[in-house]
């Protein structure tokens, strides 16, 4: 017997309907009525979808209209007590509450429940990135006093719908151990586990609700399977399932994105009916599982890669498959590896994306038919013998393009120095080199890369997309911009500067396009949270450089000024990981062939004059895996990777990146392993706690503490946050410098905004550098030092 079903489904709609009626709903302009309908046809369509393509089950519960952890805070009645929610209130009103905040405005005029006790609204619940995707859940909250009570109202409704289609309904939630694992204790020292006890029995009730509701299977989600856990929470795990297990009903427990390595055993003992796993991100483990798991319990194979868009190999599937068919009895789930969520909903016939690649990839449609194929090839029905051979001649296709694999760029890869990703010098002997060159004054000031997009540049560029605007009205209307952003820095009396990204919309994207090997989607949304949706381009072939990408900008932006102009670049793993990229050579091969082309970028910047060149590496905290074991080899690759875009310059260029918004402190070593001469990060909203880990002392002390570790290069602390349009005073910044001199010494500190200024205006950007640039003039005079040889420019400009 061969069952199909998915984990679950992408919510947002193929032309991002549920975002429009979102948006709409928040700016007042259609009721709650009118989204709950958008909703339900989404709903209604996705399980015609599924039901279409012969799943044995729809998938009811994964929908959500902001985020399917923030629905279970509201299903288990857990709240935060700090929304100051009074019961009565809609309980939509209450979700988008705590999914965006409530002002105080907000509080008596729209949402009518009682404002907090400071009268002051309430901040929307912390956002983090679910495991290692870009989705982003709403972290629920738990201490001491947190109570749970079901409130299944919502769900039966859906459930109802989906029979009413009629469909097979399958429930999925995330499950009580990952539900607790993935909040956060609001109360020092309390453990959120003590609330297991708690928790379970309302799972318990849902299940028997559930039950004579006449939902047969219920999956629950415990992705923490998949990550090196404490024995506590292993043993929760055993006692969660010991009970729910007791409860008349199915449940399948689905773990994905990681393998489950020491949890294997555990996992194929949960006393449950059935358990989901990961054949994708860890087909090595299938078979050991597929012989562990008693007969008596369902086995769903996850083959379908649910976190990329490349279409199956099918025969390599059917292949697995019938292995692990033969070892259960003739049983099992056919399944795509985790929730379709992190897929676009449809790539087949998106018109933008080149054609040689189009037949190659499959978005969440496309994978539906992919389990039906499956299912029935399992079956031997001959009707599926069309798409196998579809299946077939596309994976021939793309082994074979010359496109995917190049000769020239094996040669470059295979015939690389292996000191190709060294700097010639040490960084002592480059710093003196460089403070020869570029004179700056102490405590440097800079910025991060990108000004204001301001609404003329948005408006240029859509013309010049559409055609309206020729190629030389668009860069000299862009170059004005730049002349216009050089102009503004001077008058600030920044130091370094840089020419301000008008002419990008994207960091990858604008790198991606005028790169070998990328294609690009009209249409290929993916939902990163709420109703934010991104579309990463798709990474199908070998990368190469045919042309220089930024050096006409930076040499026009340099010939404005005689101070340094920053080159900027997007670094190879942040594009990487920004991407969908190939599955048919390792990840860490694409990084290096990206860096080659970097590299190439770097070597020409630093041909036509550019002194200082930033290489921008948000994202290499989000690549790191899930399980510890795996980490160094990754962290290896990926500094490499980077040292190798940023190593072909002369001791006297300054290479410079940047890093944000990830919690950078155990992975330090291999940050300074990078080697760049200076890094600015992101600590303003921490209040420079991050710097904890940066500065400890030259004996290996961090503070005080054993085991420190001590920066070794520049570094430029961010000094305000560039989320809000609030201008800090200039106290505020020297206050956050001063405190970050107690760990950095001064002579290697910079002094910069925490990242990019896209986001902003131009007044409030120029009000905050202006700022900015004060704190480092008084922390000049402070400090009484020499500088880094140069004058100071901001006395002159700014005072
Ligand atoms: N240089 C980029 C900018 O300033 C960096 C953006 C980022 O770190 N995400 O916009
Ligand atoms: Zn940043």
Known sequence: MIRTHVLGFPRIGAQRELKQALERHWRGEIGEAALQAVAAELRARHWRLQAGAGLDHVTVGDFALYDHV????????????????????????????????????????????????????????????????????????????????????????????????????????????????????????????????RLLPVYEQLLTRLAARGV???????????????????????????????????????????????????????????????????????????????????????????????????????AVLREVRALRGGRLWVAASCSLLHVPMSLRDDAAVDEDVRPWLAGAIEKLEELRVLKRALWSDEAVVKALAESRAASASRASNPRVRRLDIARRVKELPT????????????????????????????????????????????????????????????????????RRQEALGLDVLVHGEAERNDMVEYFGEQLDGFAFTANGWVQSYGSRC?????????VARPAPMTVEWTRFAQALTDRPMKGMLTGPITILQWSFVRDDQPRSETALQIALAIRDEVADLEAAGIAVIQIDEPAIREGLPLRRAARRDYLAWATRAFRVSASPVRDETQIHTHMCYSEFNDILPEIAAMDADVITIETSRSDMEL??????????????????????????????????????????MLRLLRKATEVIPAEHLWVNPDCGLKTRDWPETEAALRHMVEAARVLRSGVGLGGQDGPDRSKTAAG
């Open 70 to 197: 923030a629905n279970l805070i509201q299903l288990f009645g857990c709240e935060p007590k700090r929304f100051g929610f009074r019961g009565d209130e809609s309980p939509l009103r209450r979700y988008f509450a705590m999914a965006r905040g409530v002002t105080a405005h907000d509080h008596d005029a729209a949402c009518g429940c009682e404002p907090g006790a400071s009268g002051e609204g309430a901040a929307a619940l912390e956002m983090t990135k679910w495991f290692d995707t870009n989705y982003h859940y709403l972290v629920p909250e738990f201490d001491g006093a947190t109570a749970f009570s079901l409130h299944a109202e919502r769900l039966l409704a859906e459930i109802d719908e989906a029979i009413a289609l009629p469909a097979s309904p399958k429930v999925a939630l995330l499950g009580p151990v990952s539900f607790l694992f993935l909040g956060k204790s609001k109360e020092e020292g309390f453990d959120r586990l003590a609330l297991l006890h």
């Open 216 to 318: 047969t299977w219920v999956q629950l989600d415990e992705p923490i399977l998949g990550l090196d856990l404490e024995p506590a929470w292993q043993d929760a795990l055993r006692r969660a399932y010991a009970r729910l297990g007791t409860v008349d009903q199915h449940v399948m427990v689905a773990s994905y994105f990681s393998p489950l390595a020491d949890n294997l055993a555990l996992a194929c003992e949960l006393p449950v009916a059935g358990l989901h796993v990961d054949a994708v991100r860890a087909p090595e483990e299938l078979l050991d599982i597929a012989r562990a798991l008693p007969l008596t319990r369902e086995l769903s194979v996850g083959i379908v890669d649910g976190r990329n868009v490349w279409r199956a190999d099918l025969d390599a599937a059917l």
């Open 419 to 486: 000191d190709a990703d060294r700097r010639a010098a040490a960084f002592p002997v480059r710093r003196a080199a460089q403070r020869a060159r570029l004179k700056l004054p102490a405590f440097p000031t800079t910025t991060i890369g990108s000004f204001p997009q301001t609404p003329a540049i948005r408006a240029a560029r859509a013309a010049f997309k559409r055609g309206e605007l020729g190629a030389d009205a668009y860069r000299d209307a862009m170059c004005r911009e730049i002349e216009h952003a050089v």
């Open 534 to 542: 991104v579309k990463p381009p798709i990474l199908f072939g070998d």
């Open 691 to 732: 710097l904890r880990g940066f500065g400890g002392r030259v004996d290996g002390t961090a503070n005080g503490q054993a085991g420190g570790f001590r920066y070794p290069n520049e570094i430029g602390p961010g000094v305000y946050d560039i989320h809000s349009p609030r201008v800090p005073s200039r106290d505020e």
